[in-house]
């Protein structure tokens, strides 16, 4: 459904996309995970023709970006990041605007209207201008927009940024029911794992501009090496002792005072694991999540700044907790 | 069956429609933006008009009359061009950018946007027109139709000028600034405020390279029967006009940044 082939986007000197390719199935959710400033956006964009690539290209729905652009705008649905939605309008003159921005017939436009509508649960406020709308009802409003020419494939760039839990659940709702009912690729861009998790049939994690690791949310987290085990000490580090030795520790990550163990099997192993230790204040146990896995994949890259902030400073922190 | 060709053309006046109709009914909802942006010209009409008016002046009419197409002009001037301040909102709240990801081309999109500046400035011209009424000035048929055409004609010209600054321009306040060196002298050398026939040389040059010029005396002509060219002359030239900053504008508008 989606080619990318070797995309690089240049700003000056820094490269936001450096080299990127990968390819995304018909009818599946595709999930763009990754840090702010990772280049999801700039993805985004470019495939939404609405940037321009410094090199490589891409293939939408069998149209070129570069050289069929209007074609490709025509078969794509895109959801930014901010809601686009005029606010002096009512929800119903926005789907209107943009219905006859796309050229669609009078004859199935007021019934395509009430369709997105009713898919999004905005038919009762279809008449309120928008700027009385609540923050995940111009989301829906926009995804109601983008649904309007019955579009091959859909871009959501953050569709949950910013709401609060609950929206944020309505949302997740909204967006599985699209994909029963509309028939869609979907590519969706997040920096909540959770999110990608619970919705994406495949995950790309994104990191400066690269792919560095794409695959079903199931495999990337068996592929971090069964469960995780951290033992903090008292007596900081130096108390540690060598676990590699161990058959079933796959890796060991030190801290200052602890150490992280992704090991198989936690409960018939664990026992010969602290067997001889001294000094242990505490022994955590999870079972792996997408965090984990970004964590791994993208090493210690994450001490880099990012233009946005925010999300390196929660991964530090979530690092050392 | 339709063929393509009539096909592409439906869509193309359907997304015009589209965009002037957003633009028209936001003009609607903002009915303060009419209302501040009309009584500027009027205060001219009234206080300059009846102030200057009152000393006598060799014009061959009353003064308030004579300035009364300057003011329809000025009215035009400043909506029209500051129009061009709504393509930064546009882009400032990401409403351009959702019009830029649907399959409508670059011209459709200013085209439009254009209409919708033209009718915010027909809307003000009415206004006018209506207490121009009351001041005494007569209107017939052909009389209207040429100040709606000459009003038509200028703020799609003028529109056109101030959505290629804000094609260019990012800040709303940059915006303000620049525009402002361009509009105040385009209305006070169009010979708006004064006759333009015995001005010193050096005037006179730069009221004949400003366009708004033309519109005066075309409004002149039709109104008081009272311009410098023949009503011809202006309109060719105010077309001309027109079609130079519309084509200026549809280049500015393909090569702007859609993010």
């Known amino acids: ?321 | 069956m339709l063929s393509t060709r009539d096909h592409n053309l439906k869509i193309i006046l359907g997304q015009l429609y589209a965009l002037w109709l957003r633009e028209f009914k936001v003009f609607l909802r903002e009915r303060s933006r009419l209302i501040a942006s009309t009584f500027t010209p009027l205060l001219w009409l009234f206080v300059i008009g009846s102030g200057l008016g009152s000393t006598n002046l060799q014009i061959g009419t009353d003064y308030q009359k004579f300035i009364f197409p300057g003011i329809i002009c000025m009215s035009v001037i400043f909506t029209s061009v500051f129009f061009g301040s709504y393509i930064i909102w546009d882009r400032k709240f990401d409403f351009l950018k959702s019009v830029m990801v649907a399959p409508s081309s670059r011209t459709t999109v200013f085209i439009g946007k254009t209409l919708g500046g033209m009718t915010t400035s027909l809307f003000q011209v009415a206004i006018i027109l209506i207490i121009g009424m009351a001041l005494g000035i007569n209107y017939n048929a052909l009389s209207l139709l040429q100040i709606i055409s000459i009003v038509l004609i200028l703020s799609f010209g003028l529109t056109s000028l101030g959505l290629t600054f804000g094609s260019y321009i990012e800040s709303l306040e940059g915006f303000q600034l620049i525009v402002s060196f361009v509009v105040f002298p385009l209305f006070f050398l169009s010979g708006a405020l004064f006759p333009i026939d015995n001005l010193p040389a050096w005037l006179k040059f730069i009221t004949l390279v400003d366009p708004a010029t033309y519109s005066v005396d075309a409004l002149r002509n039709s109104i008081l029967n009272l311009g410098t060219y023949s009503f011809q002359l202006d309109i060719e030239i105010l077309l001309l006009f027109t079609l130079i900053m519309t084509l200026i504008g549809i280049f500015s508008f393909k090569r702007m940044k859609a993010v």
């Not at chain 1, 895109?78 to 050229?103: C, I, R, W």
């Not at chain 1, 028939?183 to 790309?204: F, N, Q, S």
């Not at chain 1, 695959?215 to 002792?241: C, Y």
């Open chain 1, 1 to 321: 459904m989606i080619i990318i082939e070797n995309l690089v986007k240049k700003y000056g000197d820094f490269y936001a996309l450096n080299g990127l390719s990968f390819e995304v199935n018909e009818n599946e959710i595709f999930g763009l995970l990754g840090p702010n400033g990772a280049g999801k956006t700039t993805l985004i964009h470019i495939l939404a023709t609405l940037l321009k690539p410094t090199e490589g290209g891409a293939i939408v729905n069998g149209f070129d970006v570069l050289h069929d652009a209007t074609k490709v705008r025509g078969s794509i649905g895109v959801v930014f990041q901010a809601p686009s939605s005029d606010d002096m309008l009512t929800g119903y003159e926005n789907l209107k605007v943009h219905a006859l921005l796309y050229g669609i017939p009078r004859k199935i436009r007021e019934r395509r209207i009430s369709e997105v509508l009713k898919l999004v649960g905005l038919e009762e406020r279809k008449n309120d201008q928008v700027k009385k709308y609540s923050g995940g009802m111009r989301r829906r409003l926009e995804i109601a927009r983008g649904l309007l020419h019955h579009p091959r494939v859909f871009f959501l760039d953050e569709p949950t940024l910013g709401l609060d839990p609950q929206s944020r659940n309505t949302m997740w709702t909204y967006i599985k029911k699209i994909v029963r009912e509309e028939k869609v690729t979907i590519i969706l861009t997040t920096h909540y794992m959770e999110e990608a998790d619970m919705l994406c049939d495949r995950i790309g994690f994104i990191s400066n501009g690269k792919i560095i690791a794409l695959d079903s949310p199931s495999r990337l987290k068996q592929e971090i090496g069964g469960d995780i085990v951290k033992i903090t000490f008292t007596n900081g580090i130096h108390s540690a002792k060598d676990f590699t030795h161990f058959e079933f520790v796959h890796r060991v990550e030190q801290n200052e005072n602890s150490v992280i163990i992704y090991m198989d099997e936690v409960n018939s192993n664990l026992h010969r694991l602290i067997k001889d230790l001294e000094d242990v204040q505490s022994i955590e146990y999870k079972k792996p999540t997408l965090n984990d896995v970004f964590l791994k994949f993208s090493g210690d890259s994450l001490s880099g700044d990012s233009p946005e902030g925010g999300f390196m400073q929660r991964y530090a922190e979530y690092k050392r907790s």
